[in-house]
């Protein structure tokens, strides 16, 4: 699995839209790509297949901080090896997704989950990952979840905060509390 200080890989997926737009067959697919959102940060998870339990309490959890990434000059993608359709489908079933603010982007062939070494080899499906990733395209941070373990959209968010503060963030730092101040 790729790790912080390492370079995230090249893509270029279809996806369906975020938000209204995400909803309309005229308009809900897109092409999403490593060029796409040029210097802003990057957030990436991903989850193992849409149409089930864990996944969308975490993709809806992005969604809701879709604005507060935003705020911070940073993108949220969300990947699966499902194809575009099954996305928007997924969708339009879900209440909770209906309204979903964020891209989902389609690994159909897995090419970005195998270079991201999140492809779980038994079975076949993205593990739930997500990567941090830098204007210049490195990545900061990295975190890998069991299947049956939700992971914490609200701390990645806090982790961005703390990258992008360029300071000393001890334990538990939340955005606004005092920096570490290493003694003179």
Known sequence: MLTVGDHFPRF?????K????GLELKTAFTEISSESDAGKWKIVFFWPKDFTFICPT???????LAAQFADRDAVVYGVSIDNEFVHMNWRLA????????????SDLK???????????????VA???????DPNNVIQ?????FDSVGRNPQEVLRVLDALQSDELC???WQKGDDFLRPAA
């Not at 897995?110 to 076949?124: K, M, N, P």
């Open 12 to 16: 270029s997926l279809k996806a369906v």
């Open 18 to 21: 975020g938000g209204p737009a």
């Open 58 to 64: 975490e993709i809806v959890a992005f969604g809701k």
């Open 94 to 105: 879900h209440a909770d997704l209906r309204g979903l603010a964020i891209p989902m982007l």
């Open 110 to 124: 897995r090419e970005l989950t195998s270079a991201c070494g999140v492809l779980d080899r038994q079975e076949g």
């Open 127 to 133: 593990m739930r990952a997500t990567f941090v990733v």
């Open 141 to 145: 941070y990295v975190s890998c979840n």
């Open 170 to 172: 001890p334990c538990n």
